[in-house]
């Protein structure tokens, strides 16, 4: 511990954000970060504490606390107190292989049970994490490192999200030959169209990719496995298969006239944006991408996604934006049955609804409120929704509680363009018959407890479509238990 006192000398400070009338101009990345010196002070807040809970990937009361990748964190925030850069990303990179990803979009489940935060402001652990890895880049600490030798062993990942791309470099550098197979036309699922730009650029996954290629990982684009890439070929050419193609079949919203023009999944909205910018260098053109330009927009789904839906349709310049959330409002502060180190159930507004505050006057969330109806013109095209107010009730013979219709509570609000952000149900079928690998209740692929080995010969699974939709840390902390499982399986031990 570098510094005893460090959390007393010195208050969190965190990266500064660009105005909402500056950001919304533009799609990139909005936070400058702070100068190496600041950067150590905040590193210098870490008690380095006997008990780090910041690191332990606990569920407590069903929820995630500490970082599931179980992150050295005490140990790199003393290194970059004591300004030894290269030392903190080497033991970074022991736990996590993308922390440039991480840093930018993981919500920081590991400063929500940092000790600091029991009585104070947590320790800015992410913004660290993002300082050693961008030190990283700029000093050349993060150069490729290809395997000295190869096993012979030959493995297939389906999917390039975080997960797959965990378990792809984690069997490389194992000196396995890996190759990663994508049905898209970018390397990076839900990285690269998942997730807007303005949380991460995408030249930062393609930076990162650059090395995985250097260290002798293959990839392959628009390779839809199930459609035009048969998996029995697959199945004989490599000695295995790690499935990794998230869960990506978009709960759907089922109401009388769900049918009209204008209502779109947000996955589809948000990688339409994503993949108009890549293709016409930064710019969009009218008729390259899904427009909320002009439009009244509601947005069904309070979570991370509903909230890049409104900050992206605020960058379009919709003319009204409305988010909707079947739950009640959580607190602002924690509440007694929510102790220190839960994860907090609190009230978050983030950029999306900063952004829509500050162009539109109001906060856009609505809570206990859902659609009843969708109302559209002669032509078919969406003209309004039809919304109804709910309210909390314990299922008798659940006990869990439900979320009622409120009767006569129903009022019409104008739409020209709804988006679903209602999550996701399992992964798509067709992937998982090709290989003939079997389902759990929730839509996921089976595996035994605490196993990612499917019932198929040679076939595992890993990330959203073995777990369900989740955190993408969550996701590389999957690609990697998948990878040293597969390693174990084909050498019959591993060190992983």
């Known amino acids: 511990m570098g510094k005893p006192t460090g959390f007393m000398d010195y208050e969190r400070t965190e990266f500064d954000a660009d105005s909402v009338s500056e950001r919304i101009k533009h799609f990139n990345e909005f936070h400058t970060p702070l100068s190496d010196d600041k950067q150590r002070q905040q590193a210098a807040r870490c008690m380095e504490c006997g008990v780090p809970f910041c690191q332990s990937g606990m569920i407590l009361c069903g929820m995630m606390t500490g970082c599931p990748l179980n992150n050295l964190i005490p140990e790199w925030n003393d290194l970059v107190y004591k300004g030894c850069w290269d030392q903190a990303y080497e033991r970074l990179r022991k736990t996590n292989n993308f922390p440039e990803f991480t840093s930018r979009v993981c919500p920081a489940l590991c400063e929500k049970a940092c000790t600091c935060g029991a009585n104070g402001n947590a320790v800015t652990v ?171 927009v509601i947005v069904i789904g309070g979570g991370d996604t509903g909230n890049d839906c409104v900050g992206t349709s605020v960058r379009h310049g919709a003319k009204s934006v409305l988010q909707l959330e079947m739950m009640p409002k959580l607190p602002d502060e924690r509440a007694e049955n929510n102790p220190w180190p839960e994860y907090p159930r609190v009230c978050k507004t983030d950029y999306g609804q900063e952004e829509a505050i ?92 605490n196993t990612h080995r499917t019932n198929a010969e040679k076939v595992f699974v890993c990330g959203d479509m073995h777990i369900g939709q989740s955190l993408v840390v969550r996701a590389i902390r999957e690609g990697r238990d998948a990878a040293r499982e597969v390693d174990k399986t084909l050498m019959g031990y591993t060190n992983l």
């Open 126 to 296: 992410r913004s660290n994490e993002y300082s050693i890895v961008e030190k990283a880049y700029a000093e050349g600490f993060a150069a490729a490192e290809p395997p000295k030798v190869r096993t012979g062993k030959k493995i297939a990942v389906i999917g390039s999200g975080p997960s797959g791309l965990a378990a792809a470099d984690q069997l490389n550098k194992r000196g396995h030959s890996v190759t990663v197979f994508e049905r898209s036309d970018r390397i990076g699922g839900l990285l690269m169209y998942g997730i807007p730009n303005m949380k991460l650029e995408k030249h930062i996954i393609d930076r990162r990719i650059d090395i995985m290629k250097e260290e002798g990982v293959v990839f392959k684009t628009n390779s839809d496995i199930g459609k035009n890439v048969k998996a029995q070929d697959l199945l004989k050419e490599f000695d295995s298969i790690i499935l990794a193609c998230g869960a990506s079949e978009p709960r759907d919203i089922k109401v009388k006239g769900r049918e009209a023009k204008g209502i779109y999944f947000a996955v589809d909205f948000l990688r339409s944006t994503t993949k108009a910018l890549l293709d016409n260098d930064y710019e969009l053109k009218d008729g390259s991408y899904i427009s909320a330009k002009g439009k009244n």
């Open 358 to 449: 500050g162009v539109y006057g109001n906060d856009p969330r609505v809570y206990q409120t859902t659609v009843k109806e969708f109302l559209a013109d002669k032509n078919g095209n969406l003209t309004g929704a039809v919304l109804v107010k709910l309210n909390p009730e314990k299922d008798p013979k659940s006990g869990r509680t439900l979320m009622k219709e409120v009767e006569g509570s129903e009022y019409t609000v104008k739409a020209d363009l709804v988006l679903i952000a209602a999550g996701f149900i399992g992964a798509q079928n067709y992937v998982a018959q090709a290989f003939g690998v079997e389902r759990d209740a929730r839509g996921n692929v089976k595996t035994a407890e």
